[in-house]
């Protein structure tokens, strides 16, 4: 067995997910994946209803572009705060988001969760919230649902300990993995902002709708908005699903598998443009 296959087979997605006409043959497969056991209550998103099995699509991803969206305001009109953020090198901003004490989310947290991976990677993945896993290790995507992404990233080739790095929209977990609140996200966010400015990444992986509301300002189901490529202050942003909600829907592990396509055409012509 290669170790493509072996990689596939981790995820949960052998033998339906395959070399040959992966995209062409999505449907059948679909109908073919087994039952997976409910998944620990390890979600940093809301359910979403199961979609069906992907419609059959061209081996090569469809890499259009949206019209740009600008992202949206990074504080409750604490303008002051944002630009004190905005300029900050990576000691302070970890510093200010370890001591930051902005929103009531500082009294419950056991611990802040800034980042994973490499700060100087191509590829930025933009996750939600910490849940109780990362909040009690202090790091990003771990657990159940961090294995995933792992598996996920590293079918096209991708690691969080070579050339990925992982941020969360926020960075303090909501008790009981609620969800987070409006000035909660505006408060967080410049923090998000500021590591993407300092990473630089050519291309970032959205997965969660609370980061790409963080983003994107876009409320729409991550079921309209996958499937294009969207435009973050200029960086290209691919939208997918999070990996605890494919633990619970691995159907749409199909669907996943397309986003991770995606993400890894445009970074094949972005590091071959050198842009």
């Given at each position: 067995m290669s170790r493509r296959d072996l990689i596939l087979q981790e995820i949960g997605?052998?033998?339906?997910?395959?070399?040959?006409?992966?995209?062409?043959?999505a449907a059948a497969q679909a109908a073919q994946?087994?039952?997976?056991?409910a998944?620990?209550?390890?979600?940093?998103?809301?359910?979403?209803?199961?979609?069906?099995?992907?419609?059959?699509?061209?081996?090569?991803?469809?890499?259009?572009?949206?019209?740009?969206?600008?992202?949206?305001?990074?504080?409750?009109?604490?303008?002051?705060?944002?630009?004190?953020?905005?300029?900050?090198?990576w000691p302070t901003l970890q510093e200010a988001v370890r001591n930051c004490r902005a929103c009531s989310l500082c009294e419950t947290r056991t611990q802040t969760v800034f980042?994973?991976?490499?700060?100087?990677?191509t590829l930025m993945v933009v996750g939600e919230a910490p849940g109780a896993d990362e909040?009690?290790?202090g790091e990003p995507f771990?657990?159940?649902?961090?294995?995933?992404?792992?598996?996920?990233?590293?079918s096209i080739g991708r690691s969080r300990k070579e050339n990925?790095?992982?941020?969360?929209?926020?960075?303090?977990?909501?008790?009981?993995?609620?969800?987070?609140?409006?000035?909660?996200?505006?408060?967080?966010?410049p923090f998000l902002h500021r590591q993407i400015e300092l990473v630089a990444p050519k291309v970032l992986f959205t997965i969660g709708k609370f980061a790409i509301q963080a983003l994107?300002?876009?409320?729409?189901?991550?079921?309209?908005?996958?499937?294009?490529?969207?435009?973050?202050?200029?960086?290209?942003?691919?939208?997918?699903?999070?990996?605890?909600?494919l633990l619970r829907n691995p159907p749409d592990k199909i669907k996943a598998w397309e986003d991770l396509l995606r993400v890894k055409a445009v970074l094949a012509e972005r590091e071959g443009a050198g842009n």
């Open positions: 997605l052998k033998p339906q997910w395959t070399r040959r006409t992966l995209l062409a043959e994946l087994p039952a997976m056991a998944a620990p209550a390890v979600a940093e998103m809301p359910q979403e209803s199961t979609m069906p099995a992907a419609p059959a699509r061209p081996a090569k991803p469809d890499i259009r572009v949206e019209a740009k969206v600008v992202a949206p305001p990074i504080s409750l009109g604490d303008t002051e705060r944002a630009a004190s953020i905005a300029a900050m090198d980042s994973a991976g490499q700060p100087e990677a909040d009690r290790v771990v657990g159940q649902a961090g294995k995933l992404l792992d598996s996920m990233l590293a990925v790095y992982i941020g969360n929209a926020l960075k303090c977990r909501p008790p009981q993995n609620r969800n987070p609140t409006p000035e909660e996200m505006a408060l967080c966010t994107l300002e876009r409320t729409d189901p991550i079921k309209n908005l996958r499937g294009s490529l969207h435009d973050y202050r200029g960086r290209p942003v691919v939208i997918s699903y999070h990996p605890a909600y």
